[in-house]
């Protein structure tokens, strides 16, 4: 069998190739967005004056930047919208009538 031989079967067969190039991707895309994404997350929130308790902490954590950067993106995480709704959901606050009068 030569190379020509071997183009011409696949010629013939092209379709044969796609569609199953095609079920195959359909088939892994379906199974992609089943799978439940799981995710891993941890906030600390530091406001006020520095205290005797913080110097203990800053000696026990020496590895802990405490920036005002870091903790603007970290209080923009917090109060971002989406984490709040997961929250509101989870805790499910839209049946208590302290946070939802209505």
Do not use: C
Not at 24 to 34: F, S
Request: overall charge negative; aromatic content about 6%; proline content about 4%.
């Amino acid at each position: 069998m030569d190379f020509g031989q071997i183009l011409g079967i696949l010629k013939r067969g092209w379709w044969v190739i796609a569609g199953a190039g095609f079920i195959g991707t359909l088939i892994a895309v379906v199974l992609v967005l089943q799978v439940t994404p799981s995710y891993t997350s941890s906030a600390r929130l530091l406001l006020g004056q520095k205290s005797q308790v913080d110097d203990a902490m800053g000696a026990m954590f020496p590895d802990i930047r405490l920036d005002s950067d870091a903790i603007s993106g970290e209080i923009a995480i917090l109060t971002s919208a989406r984490l709040l709704a997961q929250v509101s959901q989870t805790l499910e606050l839209d049946s208590h009538p302290e946070f939802n009068p209505a």
